[in-house]
Nanobody
């Protein structure tokens, strides 16, 4: 079974930046919908960015719009999440997810995704 592997999580001060990376264990792995989710203890897992790798349509919730940017390097089969101006409320475990979908804009619903990584921790504190 293909694994998705996230890296790049760290502890930063408010206002700082991080870049998360998600790479599959199989370089031939392809899913047209890829997404980043996050989850804090006691909270629901929420989408922070989705991208359709075929048409490059993206989705961001208001809480991160303008601060987070999702992108993909097709040659390296790698997904990125650039996070700028980080806030304490951004602290969470961040997960990469993927699925095939006919949707033009990939879903923000966690149940739409079949493949998940193990997560990488992001902590924002002063």
């Amino acid at each position: 079974r293909v694994q998705l592997m996230e890296t790049g999580g760290d502890s930063v001060h408010p206002g700082g930046s991080l870049r998360l990376t998600c790479a599959p264990s199989d370089l031939n792995y392809r899913r047209n919908c890829m997404a980043w989710f996050r989850q804090s203890p006691g909270e629901e897992r929420e989408a922070v960015a989705t991208i359709n790798t075929l048409n490059l349509n993206t989705y961001y919730p208001h809480s991160v719009e303008g601060r987070f940017t999702v992108s993909r390097d097709n040659a390296q089969n790698t997904l990125f999440l650039q996070m700028n101006n980080l806030k304490p409320e951004d602290s969470a475990m961040y997960y990469c997810a993927a699925a095939d979908s006919a949707r033009s804009v990939c879903s923000s619903n966690r149940w739409a995704y079949s493949d998940w990584g193990q997560g990488t921790q992001v902590t924002v504190s002063s």
